[in-house]
C-alpha cells in the first residue's frame, strides 16, 4: 500500500447562528390558521387572521434578508445550494399532491358518489327513499336535497355553469382568455430565464416585468369571471357540490397564481434595485420561475377538466 496519502479538501459547509425566526413564524402560522378556522365557522377570527399573517410575513422578510445578505457575501457553498435545490422541488412535489387531492375528490364526486346518488350500483341502498326524482348529470344543475324536497331544498343548483359555452360566445368566455394570459406568461418567464444565462439584464428585467404584468391580469380575470359566476349564474359556495368544488379548485389555484405573481415580483423588484442574480447564481429567480410553471400546468388540467369538460 501506497504511504503517499493525497488530502481531500471539502467544502466548508455554512452553519448559521441560532435564531428565534422559526419558532414566530409557527407562531404566525398558528394565528393564521386559527383564525380562518373561526372564519369559517362564523365565529369571528378575523383579528387572529389579520395578526398571524401580518407576522408571518415579517418573519419571512427578515428570514429572506439574511439567506440573501449570506449569499451576497459568499457564504453559501454549492452544497448548501443543492440543499435550496431539493428543497423547492419538495415543496413543489407537496404542492402537486395537495392539488391531486382535489382532482381526485372531483373525479370521486362526478363518477362515483353522484351516480351512487342517483340509485347506481348495487342495490339496496334506498337511494330512492332519499332522493326521489335525482338523476345524476354533471355539472350537478339540480342537487339531490332539491330534487327530493323541491322549494324547501337547502342546497340548490346554479341557474348556469361555467362550461363551454358554445363556439359562437367563445371570445366571451373568460377562462380562454385567463389560459392564454396564463400560458403566455409561462413563455415570457423562460424568455427572461434565457435572458439570464445571457447576462442581458436589460432584456431580462423588461421579460420579467411582461411575466409580473400577465400575472396581475390573471388575478383580475378571475376576480372577473367570480362576480359574474355570483351574480348572474347564480353559482355560489352553498350552490351544491359543483359550486363547492369549483371555488376549491379554482380558488386555491387562484391563490397560487398570486402567491407566484408576489413572488416574481420580489424578484423583478430585486434586479432593478438591487442588481441581483447572475447567470451562475440565481436560486432565487430560478425557483420563482419553477413554481410559476408549476402554476401554468395546474390550471392546464383545471381548464380542460372543470370548464372544457365540466
Known amino acids: 500500500?501506497?504511504?503517499?496519502?493525497?488530502?481531500?479538501?471539502?467544502?466548508?459547509?455554512?452553519?448559521?447562528?441560532?435564531?428565534?425566526?422559526?419558532?414566530?413564524?409557527?407562531?404566525?402560522?398558528?394565528?393564521?390558521?386559527?383564525?380562518?378556522?373561526?372564519?369559517?365557522?362564523?365565529?369571528?377570527?378575523?383579528?387572529?387572521?389579520t395578526l398571524g399573517s401580518v407576522l408571518f410575513a415579517i418573519v419571512l422578510w427578515c428570514w429572506f434578508s439574511t439567506v440573501i445578505a449570506e449569499n451576497m457575501q459568499g457564504l453559501n457553498n454549492n452544497q448548501l445550494k443543492r440543499s435550496y435545490v431539493w428543497g423547492m422541488g419538495w415543496f413543489i412535489f407537496s404542492e402537486v399532491m395537495f392539488f391531486a387531492g382535489f382532482f381526485g375528490?372531483?373525479?370521486?364526486?362526478?363518477?362515483?358518489?353522484?351516480?351512487?346518488?342517483?340509485?347506481?350500483?348495487?342495490?339496496?341502498?334506498?337511494?330512492?327513499?332519499?332522493?326521489?326524482?335525482?338523476?345524476?348529470?354533471w355539472p350537478v344543475m339540480i342537487t339531490p336535497d332539491q330534487a327530493a324536497n323541491g322549494e324547501a331544498a337547502e342546497f340548490t343548483g346554479p341557474k348556469e355553469a361555467m362550461s363551454f359555452p358554445g363556439w359562437s360566445k367563445l371570445l366571451y368566455w373568460l377562462p380562454l382568455w385567463n389560459t392564454i394570459v396564463l400560458?403566455?406568461?409561462?413563455?415570457?418567464?423562460?424568455?427572461?430565464?434565457?435572458?439570464?444565462?445571457e447576462n442581458n439584464r436589460k432584456k431580462f428585467n423588461l421579460w420579467l416585468g411582461l411575466t409580473v404584468v400577465l400575472g396581475i391580469i390573471f388575478i383580475i380575470l378571475q376576480a372577473e369571471e367570480y362576480i359574474h359566476a355570483y351574480q348572474e349564474l347564480g353559482l355560489t359556495l352553498e350552490s351544491g357540490i359543483y359550486g363547492t368544488t369549483f371555488f376549491l379548485l379554482t380558488g386555491f389555484h387562484g391563490a397560487h397564481v398570486t402567491l407566484g405573481t408576489f413572488m416574481?415580483?420580489?424578484?423583478?423588484?430585486?434586479?432593478?434595485?438591487?442588481?441581483?442574480?447572475?447567470?451562475?447564481d440565481s436560486f432565487g429567480f430560478d425557483a420563482a420561475s419553477w413554481y410559476w410553471h408549476f402554476v401554468d400546468v395546474v390550471w392546464v388540467g383545471l381548464f380542460i377538466y372543470v370548464y372544457v369538460f365540466g
Open 264 to 280: 416574481l415580483l420580489v424578484m423583478l423588484l430585486r434586479s432593478l434595485l438591487k442588481g441581483h442574480f447572475k447567470h451562475d
Open 183 to 197: 400560458l403566455t406568461s409561462s413563455v415570457t418567464v423562460h424568455i427572461a430565464h434565457g435572458a439570464l444565462k
Open 105 to 137: 375528490a372531483l373525479f370521486y364526486v362526478r363518477s362515483l358518489a353522484g351516480p351512487w346518488l342517483a340509485g347506481e350500483g348495487e342495490p339496496g341502498y334506498g337511494n330512492d327513499l332519499l332522493w326521489p326524482g335525482y338523476e345524476h348529470e
Open 1 to 49: 500500500m501506497s504511504s503517499n496519502i493525497q488530502a481531500i479538501e471539502h467544502e466548508e459547509y455554512y452553519v448559521p447562528e441560532q435564531s428565534r425566526l422559526p419558532i414566530f413564524a409557527s407562531l404566525g402560522l398558528f394565528l393564521t390558521v386559527f383564525g380562518a378556522g373561526h372564519m369559517l365557522n362564523g365565529t369571528g377570527g378575523g383579528l387572529y387572521l
